[in-house]
Antibody
Framework: EVQLVESGGGLVKPGGSLRLSCAASGFSVTTYRMNWVRQAPGQGLEWVSSMSGSRASIYYADSVKGRFTISRDGAKNSLFLQMNSLRAEDTAVYYC????????????????WGQGTLVTVSS | SSVLTQPPSVSVAPGKTANFSCGGNNIGSRSVHWYQQKAGQAPVLVIYYDRDRPSGIPERISGSGSGETATLTISRVEAGDEADYYCQVWDSTRGHWVFGGGTKLTVL
């Protein structure tokens, strides 16, 4: 059974850093593109970043480029999001999600999502 | 850049049909994917590549497209269909996923 479990959220001051983790089970993160999507309170979905299983292609939303870094650890079968220089507008529930197509060179939609972890940026 | 436009809300009586539109530049040349998000839950993929349904999604949920508008249709609407519905496309020029603003379905 495919499962994604996020952790690492919490309260952080503006300018601070946080590292989110997403533990995957039921498949290998080295064979699927993985993604981070966030949702500010009461707002819609916003894609944040994606990384192919091979790590050959990585993409970031303009709003986080240069501040956030996506990575993965095949041995731990986990995805990570290092978030630096956090701002109030980064406050959101962060979801990790898996592409539906395995080992596909192009991004595909997301068939499995975690339950999310809340990040609050406030002084 | 891609901007996907969705109406903020749709209301429909039980048993009727709900249509959700998603419009944007060049949407006719892109594959559109749709997600359902119920209150307090993670999104669920309900339609991908315009009209394909993942396993477990009922046949009364369907997708279509014409010109610059993609449409998600839910037939025989049930109370359990109340949720927010988001469309999504891949902008290959910018290397970005784009989500529409979402449409809230209210079942009367």
């Amino acid at each position: 059974e495919v499962q994604l479990v996020e952790s690492g959220g919490g309260l952080v001051k503006p300018g601070g850093s946080l590292r989110l983790s997403c533990a995957a089970s039921g498949f290998s993160v080295t064979t699927y593109r993985m993604n981070w999507v966030r949702q500010a309170p009461g707002q819609g979905l916003e894609w944040v970043s994606s990384m192919s299983g091979s790590r050959a292609s990585i993409y970031y939303a303009d709003s986080v480029k240069g501040r956030f870094t996506i990575s993965r650890d095949g041995a731990k079968n986990s995805l990570f999001l290092q978030m630096n220089s956090l701002r109030a507008e980064d406050t959101a529930v962060y979801y990790c999600a898996r592409d539906i197509v395995m080992n596909y060179r192009n991004p595909s939609p997301f068939d499995f999502w975690g339950q999310g972890t809340l990040v609050t940026v406030s002084s | 850049s891609s901007v996907l436009t969705q109406p903020p809300s749709v209301s429909v009586a039980p048993g009727k049909t709900a249509n959700f539109s998603c419009g944007g530049n060049n949407i006719g040349s892109r594959s559109v994917h749709w997600y359902q998000q119920k209150a307090g839950q993670a999104p669920v993929l309900v339609i991908y590549y315009d009209r394909d349904r993942p396993s477990g999604i009922p046949e009364r949920i369907s997708g279509s497209g014409s010109g610059e508008t993609a449409t998600l249709t839910i037939s025989r609407v049930e109370a359990g269909d109340e949720a927010d519905y988001y469309c999504q496309v891949w902008d290959s020029t910018r290397g970005h996923w784009v989500f529409g603003g979402g449409t809230k379905l209210t079942v009367l």
